[in-house]
């Protein structure tokens, strides 16, 4: 446990966030949030919407995993001090003299800067939410899948909700029918500590942490440095889906054609057409019998 | 209580739904999700949010009235069996070399049988949740019938939520304005458990559920096979809602123009005018004033 | 304690809200619900949906709050009195014979009753809220006015939100962007409250409950007769406003142009340029790095 190796993600692993990596977090959020069409005409004319949002932006993580586990959505209220953080920083986000915070932002190295310690932040918040939810649920891993990933990456799922509450819902941005990044990066790492947590890993958590870190600052790093969003980890998501969901289309010509078909474009009527047509003879079946 | 009926009704109230009524109620959730259009392309594109709305179809009661009662959605998730159940069920629907399952759920007597376990799976639902509703709330037998209404139809109300959230809304199938005779058997059966709960029903409960469930059987079979949605109690409906709102149409001829068109088309305009001239002439009443 | 005015105000705040203030606050919510286009012709073809709506109308403020501090949303349903209550108020309001409670209505002086006796269930709520969130949170006094706020004002919210999972959600008429009168003075009257219940406002619950009240009466009394609907402390909000988020438009020109653009038209385009532009520079300059 003494080797410098073990003393360093240690070391890493209780760091607090409280000050400074909320504060990126936090800044991240809002200069999303700024970015967003309409934005700053909202912050003008209805500070009161624009902070609403903002705080939706910052904590939706948390209350996303409130709600799943029948918790005071407004708890992220009661922490008066992250509150008032956030508050502060959006508004010299969006009332600043001059702009300066928007343009000290949009230089490359600010950016990167505060994006690697969001993503920082993110680890934190997926073992927070497992562990959370493990208090709750024993043995219920995929609840503390569920909760880690909704802690980790429910913003999203959160700001979506609020647009389409506000009317202004834009149906192709939505995280449904396709995953994110964060979202998928999150999945995995909620999934990795979970069992790390219910101890089918063998991997000591601080240990743990630091990798998963290092390898969520790197990835989003390149990311932004090279600005493609074409996900790391492509490959193996297309050996997951033909293992788990493709593997009949080598092996079974019958279904081939309609269901690479349907699944090519987005229509399934193809798929959906043998099931209308045995119905069919079905009701033909009993017009004959009655 | 050893007449040949109590131990038959007893034996049967005591039947546990775990393996094979559960099993029913998945794959008729699943089979009425795969029929959606596009579902099937959605499974292809995107397994992980299919499956999502494929635990919707077949929890979906269960988490709204999770919801009502202030639990966490979640619970549902924490019993590992049942969600690894649906989701093989899920799996091998959409799929299945072949599309096996669903040619083998278009012949008619599968879908009887599968239909029928559903139909018995409701009533153990709505048992459920009023006696669950009637731990919290002594006497809120308002409570009571509004769980068990959730737990046994409630799964409508979340997927069309789920679709509205998704954005493939469809106005017409909501359930808002026009009950399904799912939501209406559902709500009767909740009524009638209610009042067997508070002894203002002298049944016993397993006679009743005996009842009620062949009922539901007998209805949904014969509404499969006769291939009609005419509900069977649409006179009940008819009188009931003569006597409670219709008997001013008789009785009062000053409203019956008006009342009766606007019960006829959809407007209800001609209703809200009498309002609009009045609250005129109360304006033109002040600009006297003034 | 004994002087005359505090005897009035204790006796006042000691008021009990039940049979008759509930009567009018269920009525001009129903009345409300009523003259909605559509409303008379839904609450014949489908009873009800229109009940549901109406006991959404009368009880949204407190279902809202239980929704935000993890309370059963059931709650309200457990109190049977008011529901009949208000149930009965919803049946003679929409089937009473010649619309007699509609004609009735329309003169003045009842809905000017009525209405200031719905204002005055206002301050109880707002100080039931504040009061109900302070034992959650001890000093979480963003959470007291939260809620307050959500008691007093929050079943617009919650009527939003119905209408829009109903499909008939007018983006014109939502609460988000544009704050209505009643929830401006409902904030107003939670932060008051909140901070009289912190002790940073050195006045007796009793008499600050006699003076919001008689504010909120004879405001909304004088809207009703002079029928404006020009908020009474707009000279207040502006000067707010102006202090908080207007003031860099006097002392910083360099952004003067931009931000008031975006401020008066609705885009905000104008002021993500400059972002837009500095992305644009960052692009090029990797595009020169690499």
Not at 49 to 70: E, P, R
Not at 238 to 254: H, I, K
Not at 266 to 283: C, E, F, L, N, R
Request: glycine share 6%; hydrophobic share 45%; net charge positive.
């Amino acid at each position: 446990m003494d080797s410098p190796w073990d003393e360093l993600t240690l070391a890493f692993s209780r760091t607090s966030m409280f000050p400074f990596f909320d504060i990126a977090h936090y800044l991240v959020s809002v200069m999303a949030l700024k970015r967003q069409p309409g934005a700053v005409a909202v912050a003008w004319k209805n500070p009161l919407s624009s902070w609403f949002t903002a705080m939706l932006h910052c904590f939706g993580g948390g209350i996303l995993s409130c709600v799943l586990l029948a918790e005071p959505p407004l708890r992220f209220l009661a922490n008066n001090t992250n509150i008032l953080l956030a508050s502060s920083i959006w508004y010299i986000t969006f009332f600043c003299p001059c702009d300066l915070v928007s343009q000290g932002y949009s230089f490359l190295p600010v950016q990167l800067l505060a994006a690697g310690m969001k993503e920082v932040t993110r680890t934190w918040k997926i073992v927070g939410g497992v562990t959370h939810a493990n208090t709750y649920y024993k043995n219920g891993w995929i609840v503390m899948i569920a909760v880690g990933w909704a802690r980790g990456a429910g913003g999203s799922i959160i700001t979506n909700f609020e647009q389409l509450v506000k009317g202004s819902w834009k149906p192709e941005a939505n995280e449904w029918l396709k995953m994110s990044y964060p979202a998928k990066v999150t999945l995995l790492g909620s999934v990795i500590f979970t069992f790390q947590h219910t101890k089918h890993l063998a991997v000591s958590r601080h240990n743990l942490m630091f990798l998963y870190t290092m390898f969520l600052v790197a990835t989003k790093i390149t990311m932004m440095i090279t600005e493609t969003a074409t996900v790391p980890f492509a490959l193996f998501e297309d050996a997951l889906s033909r293992m788990l969901f493709g593997w009949q289309q080598q092996f079974t010509p019958c279904e081939k054609k309609s269901e690479t078909k349907s699944s090519f474009n987005g229509t399934g009527s193809s798929t959906s057409k043998p099931i209308a047509v045995a119905s069919d003879t079905v009701k033909k079946k009993h017009t004959k019998k009655t």
